[in-house]
């Protein structure tokens, strides 16, 4: 299966209706920064760019990955990050959760990262002029949103 770029960002997208969606809606919009407009030119990624039906699967398809091809996919998933991120030269990059952060720090941009004070349980650094910010969520609920918004709110 083939999956197209998206025409709209899926968090603006009015089909579109799940949890995490109107949680960056509350951030972004009218309770929030009221910005939807920065929300709707956002660039969304996740760091494995391979879709699999469950986790189980892709952990398998990881490991046929590594030992019958002798591919490192974390290493390749890093650098193709980084070209993203490179291209599209965003003032601010938010992590969704720790390992997020931590997959950018370790594949990405190894010894670029640079930590600055964190702010009401947000992780906070640099990669050169790029603002990082480590939000964290249970499941789908973004924790400290309206500490979310302030720092997003200083960026932009």
């Known amino acids: 299966h083939f999956f197209e770029?998206?025409?709209i960002m899926e968090y603006t997208e009015p089909k579109q209706d799940y949890q995490l969606k109107w949680e960056w809606m509350y951030v972004f919009g009218e309770k929030g920064l009221n910005r939807?407009?920065?929300?709707?030119?956002?660039v969304k990624t996740n760091f494995c760019y391979?879709?699999?039906?469950?986790?189980?699967a892709l952990k398998k398809l990881f490991t046929q990955i590594r030992g019958k091809l002798n591919i490192a996919p974390y290493e390749?998933?890093?650098?193709?990050?980084?070209?993203v991120?490179?291209?599209?030269?965003?003032?601010?990059?938010?992590c969704g959760g720790k390992d997020a952060l931590e997959f950018l720090k370790t594949w990405s941009f190894k010894n670029e990262y640079k930590d600055e004070t964190?702010?009401?349980g947000l992780k906070k650094g640099t990669i050169g002029n790029i603002k990082v910010l480590q939000v964290?969520?249970?499941?789908?609920?973004?924790?400290?949103a309206d500490s979310i918004i302030s720092e997003i709110g200083k960026l932009i």
């Open 36 to 42: 939807l407009d920065v929300l709707s030119k956002s």
């Open 50 to 56: 391979l879709a699999t039906e469950n986790e189980a």
């Open 5 to 7: 770029p998206l025409k």
């Open 118 to 120: 964190p702010v009401d």
């Open 136 to 144: 964290s969520r249970t499941y789908s609920t973004l924790k400290n």
């Open 85 to 94: 991120i490179q291209q599209i030269n965003p003032k601010l990059l938010i």
């Open 76 to 83: 390749i998933f890093g650098n193709w990050t980084r070209q």
